[in-house]
């Protein structure tokens, strides 16, 4: 009989003291890795996302009054409130301390020493805890406990002004990018530490932020201006300097993207394929240097060309040719996208809930995880019972005073 496959963090548990995005997002990875991951809620309100009622001016209710986005960055999670703010709570808290291998948290710094669950005062519960924090800008320097969000954090990154508006204005990008990129960070930082603490019994903190995240994300154009002084242009389809990396629309108004970065090499077959062979041997488009300088003329002459037929005709054709392109696509077409049925890229809760699937696939342990995110408190006496060590009627007792829920 063959053996159920064990996730590759079974066992560890990890708690979380998380709020919004940032922090769910860290520790929501881990959970889809096999962690048990217990979020600490506050009592009679639990994180504020489960009360977000719109994002980015599109509404976040679903039908049956839960909240989109706690629900899609806290699923395979359990869920216990407890009132840090109190002390028999903090003593509740301390107790799961002593059992965890793990805390993760995006609370500031001002409001984790308030709860005495800073590092330091952990640490000296369980010495080989790891704790994890997402920040807005780094644990050192000046600004390190300014507020921040992820409007701010990206502000702070540069990235606004990688797709600036016609008129040179930053822009902000929908979607909590920061949030998710610096806690996703955080997540692949907290399986360093793991390991780290398996192979050598040092345990550390791991600290991400918006702003490294951000800057990471942009790694490519922050190495261009720190060792040859100059930034990238923005995008600017008429302008590519390669005519064969850039974007068309085509006769049903779809966009596909040709990604030909070896110009030379596809140049004949291109032009064949588009139905202008002559152009093959024109003087001002035969070599890269003068496509490069003739830009302007070819991208008009391809813009025309493109036109003629609908996406479906050139993706077939650039198919069976090898070209390098893609469709683009818009994210309302993801879900028929046959690349991402095939992947499972995309999951359904058991919740009901349609989701993004865990970032990348292991070959011998699938991460087949697939609960939705846990009702407020619904695992309080489970936890304190099994975890905690407390009795029936202590966690009534505890119940009664409102330190849990």
């Known amino acids: 009989m063959e053996q159920p496959v064990r996730l590759p963090l079974a066992g560890i548990r990890v708690l979380d003291l998380t709020i919004w995005v940032q922090g769910p997002l860290a520790s929501m990875m881990l959970a889809d890795l096999g962690a048990e991951v217990i979020k600490i809620e506050k009592p009679g309100q639990g994180d504020f996302s489960r009360g977000a009622q719109s994002?980015?001016?599109?509404?976040?209710?679903?039908?049956?009054?839960?909240?989109?986005m706690f629900e899609i960055a806290n699923r395979n999670k359990k869920a216990v409130a407890?009132?840090?703010?109190?002390?028999?709570?903090?003593?509740?808290?301390?107790?799961?301390?002593?059992?965890?291998?793990v805390v993760?948290?995006?609370?500031?710094?001002?409001?984790?020493?308030?709860?005495?669950?800073?590092?330091?005062?952990?640490?000296?519960?369980?010495?080989?805890?790891?704790?994890?924090?997402?920040?807005?800008?780094?644990?050192?320097g000046p600004h390190a406990e300014d507020p921040c969000q992820d409007t701010v954090g990206m502000a702070r990154s540069g990235f606004m002004f990688s797709t600036p508006t016609a008129e040179g204005a930053p822009t902000y990008?929908?979607?909590?990018?920061?949030?998710?990129?610096?806690?996703?960070?955080?997540g692949f930082g907290v399986l360093a530490a793991l390991l780290a603490r398996e192979r050598s019994g040092v345990a550390q903190a791991v600290w991400s932020s918006q702003l490294s995240a951000m800057i990471w994300l942009q790694y490519y154009n922050v190495a261009q201006v720190a060792n040859m002084g100059a930034d990238f242009a923005p995008f600017d389809r008429t302008a590519?300097?390669?005519?064969?990396?850039?974007?068309?629309?085509?006769?049903?108004?779809?966009?596909?993207?040709?990604?030909?970065?070896?110009?030379?090499?596809?140049?004949?077959?291109?032009?064949?394929?588009?139905?202008?062979?002559?152009?093959?041997?024109?003087?001002?488009?035969?070599?890269?240097?003068?496509?490069?300088?003739?830009?302007?003329?070819?991208?008009?002459?391809?813009?025309?060309?493109?036109?003629?037929q609908p996406r479906a005709h050139w993706e077939r054709l650039f198919r069976e040719?090898?070209?390098?392109?893609?469709?683009v696509n818009r994210v309302?077409?993801?879900?028929?996208?046959?690349?991402?049925?095939?992947?499972?890229?995309?999951?359904?809760?058991?919740?009901?809930?349609?989701?993004?699937?865990?970032?990348?696939?292991?070959?011998k342990t699938p991460v087949p995880q697939t609960h939705g995110a846990p009702t407020f408190g619904q695992h309080t006496d489970e936890i304190l019972q099994h975890v905690c060590g407390y009795t029936p009627e202590e966690v009534l007792a505890l119940k009664e005073k409102n330190v849990a829920w």
């Open 55 to 68: 994002m980015f001016g599109q509404p976040q209710k679903l039908t049956d009054g839960r909240s989109l």
């Open 82 to 101: 407890i009132d840090l703010r109190h002390p028999e709570g903090q003593q509740v808290f301390y107790r799961l301390v002593a059992q965890a291998d």
């Open 104 to 140: 993760v948290t995006n609370l500031h710094p001002a409001t984790l020493r308030e709860f005495r669950v800073d590092r330091e005062t952990l640490l000296a519960i369980k010495p080989d805890l790891i704790y994890a924090h997402a920040t807005g800008f780094g644990p050192q």
């Open 173 to 186: 990008p929908p979607g909590a990018l920061s949030d998710i990129l610096s806690g996703t960070m955080l």
């Open 240 to 308: 590519v300097a390669n005519p064969l990396m850039n974007l068309y629309r085509c006769a049903d108004g779809q966009w596909i993207a040709c990604g030909m970065a070896v110009a030379q090499r596809f140049w004949p077959d291109f032009c064949a394929v588009m139905g202008l062979s002559e152009l093959a041997h024109d003087s001002r488009f035969a070599k890269d240097k003068q496509r490069a300088a003739h830009r302007g003329e070819l991208i008009a002459i391809l813009d025309t060309a493109f036109a003629t």
């Open 321 to 327: 040719k090898g070209f390098w392109f893609a469709v």
């Open 332 to 363: 309302s077409d993801l879900a028929a996208d046959p690349q991402v049925i095939a992947n499972h890229y995309l999951v359904e809760l058991d919740s009901g809930l349609k989701t993004v699937a865990f970032p990348f696939t292991l070959e």
